[in-house]
């Protein structure tokens, strides 16, 4: 077999909420229906999501997910981000709905995350590893990224890029990136308030 095609489909509250999303993402509604079920159906080129409704989700308890493997992650998270910024004045990078920035991951992949209205991972991936690491803070900077853009645990990796930042010699090609990530952490982390059982 070749050519197969896989579809996520992903629950949501509001199907008319997840199309406004998305549709600031530059995708488009290709299928809509409200009855027997609330069900939309959304593609930008050759990347497709579907949602159906679901009574009683709670985004900030979901556990969807899907991943998309690109060439190169950089094109769609630009795309994605003007789509942020034209509707909202900014890229969301915390809360939910939400966008990681691309990052190398301690998996040797760079990628990002859209986290949508419903709480939804959409994780986009590059298809091909980057080199090894070489530096202590730059694998740090991929635990960090790891702990906070892959599994949501901003406190861990916070922690992580903190303890990396003190001990790094000030002259580290990655420094700037590296504190601008621990910036952003933290907003992440007091604008979404303290995790249960943190």
């Keep these: 077999m070749a050519n197969e095609l896989t579809i996520p489909l992903l629950p949501c509250v509001d199907i008319d909420e997840m199309a406004s999303f998305y549709e600031m993402l530059g995708f488009s509604v290709t ?3 409200m009855k027997p079920n ?3 159906a959304l593609r930008r080129e050759d990347l497709n999501l579907h949602f159906y409704g679901m009574e009683g989700h709670v985004p900030e308890q979901s556990h969807s997910t899907c991943v ?6 950089g094109p769609l998270f630009e ?4 789509g942020m910024r034209a509707v909202h004045g900014k890229v969301l990078i915390s809360g939910i709905p939400r966008m990681t920035r691309p990052r190398v991951r301690n998996d040797r992949y760079t990628g990002f995350a859209v986290v949508d209205p419903a709480g939804n991972w ?3 991936t590059k298809a091909a590893q980057e080199p ?3 530096t202590p803070l730059s694998r740090a900077m991929e635990n960090a990224a790891r702990q906070a853009d892959a599994r949501g645990d901003e406190r861990q990796a916070l922690k992580i890029l ?4 003190k001990k790094a010699s000030g002259d580290e090609p990655e420094l700037p990136d590296a504190q601008a990530y621990r910036d952003e952490l933290v907003e992440r982390i007091t604008s979404s308030g303290p995790r249960p059982g943190a």
């Design 162 to 165: 903190e303890g990396a930042l």
């Design 38 to 40: 609330p069900y939309v």
């Design 79 to 82: 795309a994605f981000a003007a």
């Design 31 to 33: 299928y809509r229906q």
């Design 68 to 73: 998309v493997i690109v060439e190169d992650t």
């Design 122 to 124: 959409i994780r986009i």
């Design 132 to 134: 090894e690491a070489r």
